[in-house]
């Protein structure tokens, strides 16, 4: 829960939904961990709140909606929308692959889930 060099790993969950990602990567690496959570849904935000207390949760259509944070992530954690297949939900994944660089501190590191067999 504690990066190299020192300091809280700093973690964003971004299309964070309700929350369940960003809890249990809560319960996996303990409340050292400096948690975002980001979402363009108010329903989802709310209830993000409400389930990962302590967490900084942001309402807002992608990562500029965080304003300006060159190098404030460790890792950034996404479960994306793209299982509705809707072209906006496509934009989304595209704009978190493109900007992800401009958050992430040097060496940080993006994970995304990979269609299984």
Same mark, same amino acid.
């Given at each position: 829960?504690? &990066?190299?060099?020192? #300091?809280? /790993? &700093?973690? *964003?969950?971004? #299309?964070?939904?309700?929350?369940? /990602? ?8 303990? =409340? #050292?961990?400096? *948690? ?12 993000? &709140?409400?389930?990962?207390? !302590?967490?900084?949760?942001?309402? !807002?259509? !992608?990562? #500029? ?8 992530? =460790? ?8 299982? &509705? ?20 501190? *040097? !060496?940080?590191?993006?994970? *995304? ?5």
């Amino acid at each position: 829960s504690s &990066r190299e060099g020192g #300091g809280a /790993l &700093r973690v *964003l969950d971004f #299309g964070c939904g309700s929350g369940v /990602l960003g809890a249990g990567l809560r319960q996996r690496c303990g =409340d #050292g961990m400096e *948690l975002t959570l980001l979402d363009a849904d108010a329903v989802a935000v709310k209830a993000a &709140r409400k389930n990962v207390p !302590g967490a900084t949760v942001v309402l !807002g259509d !992608g990562l #500029g909606a965080l304003g300006e944070a060159p190098d404030a992530f =460790d890792l950034i954690a996404s479960n994306p929308p793209v299982h &509705r297949g809707r072209p906006d939900d496509w934009r989304v994944l595209r704009d978190l692959i493109a900007g992800a660089a401009d958050v992430l501190r *040097l !060496g940080g590191e993006m994970w *995304l889930p990979a269609p299984g067999d």
